[in-house]
């Protein structure tokens, strides 16, 4: 199984990652998907994204690859 899986979320003015969403997911891989959004909420918190010079929430799309032999 191999494909890319193209994921949404939002990191908060505290760098919190949430409203994690499936934009485009692996074809025929309903685990990847699923796995894709468990790594993201489990990472650290990011660098909040700044306007004039406050901190604001921002979108990101993230695209991960899987490769399982």
């Given at each position: 199984?191999?494909?890319?899986?193209h994921l949404?979320?939002?990191?908060?003015?505290?760098?919190?990652?949430?409203?994690?969403?499936?934009?485009?997911?692996?074809?025929?891989?309903?685990?990847?998907?699923?796995?894709?959004i468990r790594?993201?909420?489990?990472?650290?918190?990011?660098?909040?994204?700044?306007?004039?010079?406050?901190?604001?929430?921002v979108y990101?799309?993230?695209?991960?690859?899987?490769?399982?032999?």
């Amino acid at each position: 199984i191999s494909g890319k899986c193209h994921l949404k979320f939002v990191v908060d003015e505290n760098g919190g990652i949430s409203n994690v969403e499936i934009l485009k997911g692996v074809a025929g891989c309903q685990d990847c998907d699923k796995e894709a959004i468990r790594v993201v909420k489990a990472m650290p918190k990011w660098k909040p994204g700044k306007q004039t010079g406050r901190a604001v929430r921002v979108y990101f799309n993230l695209p991960i690859n899987f490769k399982i032999q």
